[in-house]
Structures are given as C-alpha cells and as structure tokens.
C-alpha cells in the first residue's frame, strides 16, 4: 500500500483519520510501499509542517521507521503522466512496481482518478471503513 504525503504528514502531526492509517501500518497490518521520490517527499513535507506549524515533534524516529520498515522500490515509470499533478505519478508509479493495489491519499489530484491500472485510491476514510469495526476500534 502507498501513502500518499498528506496521508502520512496529517498521521504524523494530528490525531484524525490519517493518524489511524499510520497506526494500521506501524502495527504491521500493511507494508507501506515507498521509492526513493516518495521518501523525499516524505522528509521534506515533514520538515516543511513542522516550521511551518511550530510543531516540537522530532522527525528521525519518524523517517527511521519509514526507512526500515517499508517495502523499497524503484518506480515503474509511467508513459503518460495519470495524474493532473505530475508530481503525484510517484504515488502510482510506486503502486505499480510493488504490485500494489492501493493508495490511500487526501490529494484531491489523486482521488478523483478512476482506479489507474486497477490501483484503488482511497480516502482515509474509505480505507477505514473497510476494516471490521473491532479493527478500527484498535486505532482508536
């Protein structure tokens, strides 16, 4: 599964739906798919809501379990660009190199796609209410 960098950043710094979709993954119930790009987008939109927000929270426990525990690809680069935002083809081009069949992401350039090679995009929300309710009631 690939998280989109506003997923991840809102789950880092708030405590809302995308929290609950970090929580799933550092329980282990998903491998988090990431390349190189996502990584750095990563750290950098990190760092960026930290300054901007005035946040104390320290980052490198953070990147620490993204870089040891995530899936590492290198993307599969995509002929034409999917997205409206073509920055946001990393999200697609590591789903597709992973053999991933979702993204969960908050970016509307990624969730008005209509399934993109059969690759799921998921709101917080909607991956949320696919689990059972004794599942959502554990990332409570």
């Not at 690939?2 to 880092?12: E, K, M, P, Y």
């Not at 710094?13 to 970090?22: D, K, L, S, Y």
Request: proline share 5%; with cysteine.
């Amino acid at each position: 599964m690939v998280l989109d960098t506003s997923v991840l950043a809102a789950g880092v710094f708030w405590r809302h739906e995308p929290h609950q979709c970090v929580q799933a993954w550092l329980r282990g119930w998903f491998t988090l798919v990431v390349s190189e790009g996502i990584f750095t987008e990563y750290e950098r939109v990190l760092r960026k809501v930290k300054a901007e927000q005035g946040f104390t929270t320290d980052l490198e426990p953070w990147l620490e379990a993204i870089r040891n525990n995530v899936f590492w690809v290198a993307p599969s680069p995509l002929t034409t660009p999917v997205c409206r935002d073509a920055k946001d083809d990393m999200m697609i081009e590591a789903a597709l190199a992973a053999g991933a069949q979702t993204v969960i992401a908050r970016d509307a350039d990624l969730t008005v796609l209509k399934k993109p090679f059969g690759i799921r995009i998921l709101t917080p929300r909607q991956w949320l209410s696919a689990l059972s309710r004794g599942h959502r009631r554990q990332l409570k």
